[in-house]
């Protein structure tokens, strides 16, 4: 994911064009491949066992390598193989980049370590964020000086992000801000999260974004927002909640949520953590709030459900 935002820093910098970042991150998507496809194109794998590691990270926050290994299908070496060839994704843009004569190599490497000063990045924490670290992405972008929020959000989003990779689009953009205002949608799934670290989630989206991530998770071309659709987002946001109290047990916090609501023109309004997120099918809002007390969701129809 590090390509998105370096992506975006150059255009936010000048240094290339929307439609020059666009192309490039094509480009991109077209070489890289996922971490199953080369296993089983390396004859480590067969597809009905990347299916069973697909699964799996259904349930729990890990590696695709992790949960490979756990199962017995493969080994450290092979995985430590696959993943040299996964790496440096930053390169993939960069060849496109210099390929189509956007910029030169020499811009480019310019701006990669104008990117590393300007946010203060040490060797080890560059390195890990090129390397694909979402850890230290997201505490890279996380910008609150509340050690408490940034402790919370920080690990939901890290996770939040892995599993939109993993299940909905590898190729997404995060900007955080913290609002005191609406944040409204055509359609906004929303779910809370209770105990001692409680929390309220919610995704809001326009139909667009709404029915790209329907279909991701559904596996086929959704057209409508019929109730297979919004069943699907459900999920998502359901699945992934799911994941953050299996990882909150492990770190010694037992949690719960409520079931997740769905409405159709509905504002989120309260003291919220807004995260914008940038798809390659359009852009939708995760709203994220730890005072779930102080957030309403304020219905505009009587399109209500609970799933």
């Given at each position: 994911m590090f390509s998105q935002y370096f992506g975006h820093y150059l255009l936010n910098r000048g240094l290339i064009t929307r439609e020059q970042l666009a192309d490039a991150l094509e480009f991109q998507k077209s070489v890289h491949v996922k971490f199953g496809v080369i296993a089983v194109d390396e004859g480590y794998m067969t597809p009905l066992q990347v299916e069973e590691v697909h699964l799996k990270q259904k349930q729990v926050d890990k590696r695709f390598g992790e949960i490979a290994i756990e199962f017995g299908f493969l080994?450290?070496?092979?995985?430590?193989?696959?993943?040299?060839?996964?790496?440096?994704?930053?390169?993939?843009?960069?060849?496109?980049?210099?390929?189509?004569?956007?910029?030169?190599?020499?811009?480019?490497?310019?701006?990669?370590?104008?990117?590393?000063?300007?946010?203060?990045?040490?060797?080890?924490?560059f390195e890990a964020i090129k390397s694909g670290s979402m850890e230290a992405l997201i505490e890279n972008l996380l910008e609150t000086n509340d050690s408490k929020k940034k402790a919370t959000y920080g690990k939901y989003l890290s996770l939040f992000a892995k599993n939109l990779i993993r299940f909905i689009d590898d190729q997404v953009y995060l900007e955080v801000a913290e609002q005191e205002?609406?944040?409204?949608?055509?359609?906004?799934v929303h779910q809370e999260i209770i105990g001692e670290s409680?929390?309220?989630?919610?995704?809001?989206?326009?139909?667009?974004?709404?029915?790209?991530?329907?279909?991701?998770?559904?596996?086929?071309?959704?057209?409508?927002?019929?109730?297979?659709?919004?069943?699907?987002?459900?999920?998502?946001?359901?699945?992934?909640?799911?994941?953050?109290?299996v990882n909150m047990s492990n770190w010694g916090m037992e949690l719960n949520m409520k079931p997740q609501e769905i409405s159709e023109n509905a504002?989120?309004?309260?003291?919220?953590?807004l995260v914008t997120v940038t798809t390659s099918k359009g852009s939708f809002q995760?709203?994220?709030?730890?005072?779930?007390?102080?957030?309403?969701?304020q219905r505009q129809t009587k399109n209500k459900q609970t799933v």
């Amino acid at each position: 994911m590090f390509s998105q935002y370096f992506g975006h820093y150059l255009l936010n910098r000048g240094l290339i064009t929307r439609e020059q970042l666009a192309d490039a991150l094509e480009f991109q998507k077209s070489v890289h491949v996922k971490f199953g496809v080369i296993a089983v194109d390396e004859g480590y794998m067969t597809p009905l066992q990347v299916e069973e590691v697909h699964l799996k990270q259904k349930q729990v926050d890990k590696r695709f390598g992790e949960i490979a290994i756990e199962f017995g299908f493969l080994t450290d070496d092979q995985v430590e193989a696959l993943v040299s060839k996964q790496k440096q994704n930053h390169l993939f843009l960069a060849q496109a980049l210099v390929d189509r004569e956007y910029m030169t190599i020499d811009q480019f490497g310019t701006a990669l370590n104008d990117y590393k000063k300007e946010y203060s990045l040490s060797d080890d924490q560059f390195e890990a964020i090129k390397s694909g670290s979402m850890e230290a992405l997201i505490e890279n972008l996380l910008e609150t000086n509340d050690s408490k929020k940034k402790a919370t959000y920080g690990k939901y989003l890290s996770l939040f992000a892995k599993n939109l990779i993993r299940f909905i689009d590898d190729q997404v953009y995060l900007e955080v801000a913290e609002q005191e205002v609406e944040q409204k949608g055509n359609w906004i799934v929303h779910q809370e999260i209770i105990g001692e670290s409680p929390l309220f989630t919610a995704i809001a989206a326009n139909e667009e974004a709404f029915l790209h991530i329907a279909s991701q998770h559904a596996e086929e071309e959704l057209t409508e927002v019929d109730e297979l659709a919004k069943a699907s987002v459900c999920e998502f946001l359901n699945l992934n909640n799911g994941i953050y109290l299996v990882n909150m047990s492990n770190w010694g916090m037992e949690l719960n949520m409520k079931p997740q609501e769905i409405s159709e023109n509905a504002a989120v309004a309260g003291d919220s953590f807004l995260v914008t997120v940038t798809t390659s099918k359009g852009s939708f809002q995760l709203i994220l709030a730890d005072q779930p007390e102080m957030i309403s969701v304020q219905r505009q129809t009587k399109n209500k459900q609970t799933v």
